[in-house]
């Protein structure tokens, strides 16, 4: 590993400790704690929050009618995703060990912590639980994807900026022709990020 690619993850593994740090002042000041990915808010929270709770009734009363009825087609999304959650899942458990790439963990896209909330209501919770899937899956789709362009074109675009993904920054420059050639197998092979940061404890995909 060269010492920018080991500078950079010193880096992001300073900036994650600064996040967990951000996520426990975050607690504190909101009064609850997670305990293995279940959110316990103090009783005095709890209490707090219901009494801010919209009602069933009040909240489809002061919804607009067309948010109702466009409703369905929202929801009509699940359907696509959840065959991109199986597409994705069942194509790289098939391809990514012969091509030796590592495996993107699903989980770590997925967290499912917002019907802890007591303030929002049964509905609230369902498409709140709703839109962490959808993100969820896409940004886990997009991870799959992200390191099978590693693979197979880890080429960089001419200009570009909202292509870039996670893998990007490991990819060739555009019209780099011989870097391409000698390097190709090199950056095929660069996951040394996620090794670190499993090696770290941090959560890795």
């Known amino acids: 590993m060269n010492a920018k690619l080991e500078a950079l ?35 005095e929270a709890k209490l707090r929050h219901r009494r801010l709770r919209l009602g069933i009734p009040a909240y489809l009363l002061h919804s607009r009618f067309l948010v109702l009825a466009t409703a369905p087609v929202i929801w009509l999304c699940a359907f696509p995703i959840a065959l991109a959650d199986l597409i994705g899942t069942f194509y790289q458990a098939v ?56 693979h197979w074109c880890p080429i960089k675009h001419a200009g570009c900026v909202k292509c870039e993904h996670s893998r990007y920054k490991t990819f060739i420059d555009y019209g780099d022709a011989e870097g391409y050639r000698q390097r190709l197998e090199a950056v095929r092979r660069a996951y040394q990020d996620i090794a670190a940061g499993r090696e770290a404890g941090a959560p890795a995909a």
């Open 9 to 43: 993850l010193r880096e992001v593994r300073d900036l994650e400790r600064e996040m967990v740090g951000e996520a426990r002042q975050k607690e504190a000041a909101y009064c609850y704690q997670v305990h293995a990915k279940v959110v316990e808010f103090t009783a």
């Open 95 to 150: 391809c990514f060990p012969i091509y030796g790439i590592p495996k993107v963990r699903r989980r770590d896209y997925l967290e499912f912590d917002r019907h802890y909330l007591t303030y929002l209501n049964f509905f609230e919770k369902v498409n709140c639980e709703y839109c962490a899937y959808v993100n969820g899956i896409l940004g886990y789709f997009t991870e799959i994807a992200a390191r099978t362009e590693q």
